[in-house]
């Protein structure tokens, strides 16, 4: 969070044109990683068109450059679930995904939400210990994921 400050980088909430940007930050994060994003630009389009209210965007900018991003749904009037989120490989050694996460937080606690979710830490079925323990060092704490399932 220090060194992204003293780089002068700026976070907050995004606007909904900013979404070919937001998913470009976090299309090349997974790449970098080996992994695809559920959803195309599209797909998230349509959503955030269908749900405006409910979609929000925040990001992270080195000058012009969005550094890390984010894609929020707001579950319920207390319930903001973090969709995906990101950073450029580029910035890695930045964290800029933690400043990121500050001002997400800063959001919810204005806009009076009292849960943020984080999303999962799995690898399939198995949990991923590293993302664990970086979302811990943001202030995060564990919790089970329930999973529903329509028996037939």
Request: glycine share 8%.
């Amino acid at each position: 969070l220090q060194k992204c400050a003293e780089q002068g980088f700026t976070s907050g909430s995004l606007e909904p044109a900013d979404l070919p940007a937001v998913y470009e930050t976090l299309r090349r994060n997974r790449e970098a990683k080996g992994y695809t994003l559920s959803l195309s630009l599209p797909d998230l389009r349509q959503m955030a068109d269908l749900f405006p209210d409910r979609v929000h965007l925040f990001g992270v900018s080195d000058g012009p450059v969005l550094a890390a991003a984010a894609v929020c749904l707001k579950l319920s009037s207390k319930v903001l679930y973090v969709f995906y989120w990101g950073e450029l490989p580029e910035f890695s050694r930045l964290s800029p995904v933690t400043m990121l996460a500050r001002s997400i937080d800063d959001w919810c606690r204005t806009h009076g939400i009292e849960l943020l979710d984080a999303g999962t830490s799995t690898e399939g079925p198995k949990p991923n210990a590293g993302l664990i323990a970086f979302k811990e060092s943001l202030g995060f704490r564990p919790s089970l994921k329930l999973r529903y399932a329509r028996t037939l």
